[in-house]
Structure formats: structure tokens, C-alpha cells
Nanobody, 124 residues
Framework: QVQLVESGGGLVQAGGSLRLSCAHSERTFTNYAMGWFRQAPGKEREFVGIRWSGGGTRYADSVKGRFTISRDNAKNTVYLQMNKLKPEDTAGYYC??????????????????WGQGTQVTVSS
């Protein structure tokens, strides 16, 4: 059974940092792109960023320069380092895997497997 488990969420003041982790059960996922999404109450799930197996990354404009995705393939883990957090970053954060090569990456439907999410709350 495929598992993606996020951790690292919590409450932080504006301007602070958090690092989210996403541990996955399938070593083969190291060959595919892994992304992060977030969803605030009453809003649609939105793209945060993606990291491909080759190391390339893309980020949403709203987080560019503040968030960084990294991977530790030896640990089957992907990280989302979040700096300079703002209250508008408050949301549930989800990691996801493209189980095969995809031409697109910015929509939830472009991903095959999802974690259960971890909550990030940024106070002003």
C-alpha cells in the first residue's frame, strides 16, 4: 500500500520558518516528480511547488524566493522549507507524487498519490 506521510506542521509567527517532511513508502518514487499543494478553508487546493527527480524545481509565484523543495532519496523523503512565512500561508499542506511522467504539474489531477496533510498556521 502506497503511503505518503507529512509531518512538521504547526503554529509559527509571521516571519518565521517551518520545514515540512513527506516520507514515502515507495523507493520508485525517487524516479518521479513530487509536489506540494496547500488548501485553506473554503478555498481550492493550490499548487505550491514541484521537484523533479533530476533536481529541477518550479514554484508558485506566491512562494517563490521563500519556499524550497529538497529531496533525500536515501531516506525516501521530500522536504518543504518555508521561510518568511506570512499569515496568508496558513493552510493544510499536502505532498503528492506523479506516479509516471506527466507533461503538467500545477493541478491536483496531475498527481497520482497524496498524503493526509499537515496543518500550518501563521499568526500575525
Amino acid at each position: 500500500q502506497v503511503q505518503l506521510v507529512e509531518s512538521g506542521g504547526g503554529l509559527v509567527q509571521a516571519g518565521g520558518s517551518l520545514r515540512l517532511s513527506c516520507a514515502h513508502s515507495e523507493r520508485t518514487f525517487t524516479n518521479y516528480a513530487m509536489g506540494w499543494f496547500r488548501q485553506a478553508p473554503g478555498k481550492e487546493r493550490e499548487f505550491v511547488g514541484i521537484r523533479w527527480s533530476g533536481g529541477g524545481t518550479r514554484y508558485a509565484d506566491s512562494v517563490k524566493g521563500r519556499f524550497t523543495i529538497s529531496r533525500d532519496n536515501a531516506k525516501n523523503t521530500v522536504y518543504l522549507q518555508m521561510n518568511k512565512l506570512k499569515p496568508e500561508d496558513t493552510a493544510g499542506y499536502y505532498c503528492a507524487v506523479q506516479g509516471a511522467w506527466r507533461a503538467y504539474w500545477a493541478a491536483p489531477g496531475d498527481y497520482d498519490y497524496w498524503g493526509q496533510g499537515t496543518q500550518v498556521t501563521v499568526s500575525s
